[in-house]
T-cell receptor
């Protein structure tokens, strides 16, 4: 079972470059999330989606964009990368109704230099 | 704004000992989650606690929820080295959509 798949696993970007982090899930979950985890810290919610075509900002959305054209895919776009975006990014999904925990991808370690 | 605080942030304990990790949160919620993260790895769900007084156990770990006190505990019994990891609690702020706020984590090191 694939679960939540993120690509790439590692990436180095130069300041001002752009990139898209890919996330796909095969569990038919309605809810999908993007978190970032800075060293020694918990996870902060960047954006989330409750279904195809519906997205909303989380706690730290500045500098990011998302789209949700299908149930399976939830890409995260970084425009004009900045050193402050150096972090580990996790995509997660959940069924979304009531008592369901989230399932996480393996993470993308991004360094902006 | 929902705040979720864990303590301790770091815990070093010997094998065989018992200890408790605490998770306090600042607003009304009745959905709380515990996750485990191994170094350099993703997060793995441990427990889902859905109501006041909920208690769940898996092996040497037991989690409980007191919604009136806005407190959850993760109790470790007779720790073993394999339990070394970072443990996060996360609370669901129910505002129409499920939006989960994570604590800063407790890094547990079990020393043989």
């Amino acid at each position: 079972n694939a679960g939540v798949t993120q690509t790439p696993k590692f990436r180095i970007l130069k300041i001002g470059q752009s990139m898209t982090l890919q996330c796909t899930q095969d569990m038919n979950h309605n809810y999908m999330y993007w978190y970032r985890q800075d060293p020694g810290m918990g996870l902060k919610l960047i954006y989330y989606s409750v279904g195809a075509g519906i997205t909303d900002k989380g706690e730290v959305p500045n500098g990011y964009n998302v789209s949700r054209s299908t149930t399976e895919d939830f890409p995260l776009r970084l425009e004009l990368a900045a050193p402050s975006q150096t972090s580990v990014y996790f995509c997660a999904s959940s069924y979304g109704e009531g008592d369901t925990e989230a399932f996480f991808g393996q993470g993308t370690r991004l360094t902006v230099v | 704004e929902l705040k979720v605080e864990q303590n301790p942030l770091f815990l070093s304990m010997q094998e065989g000992k018992n200890y408790t990790i605490y998770c306090n949160y600042s607003t009304t919620s009745d959905r709380l989650y515990w996750y485990r993260q191994d170094p350099g790895k993703s997060l793995e769900s441990l427990f889902v606690l859905l109501s006041n007084g909920a208690v769940k156990q898996e092996g040497r770990l037991m989690a409980s929820l007191d919604t009136k006190a806005r407190l959850s505990t993760l109790h470790i019994t007779a720790a073993v080295h394999d339990l070394s990891a970072t443990y996060f609690c996360a609370v669901d702020m129910i505002e129409g959509y499920q939006k989960v706020t994570f604590g800063t984590g407790t890094k547990l090191q079990v020393i043989p």
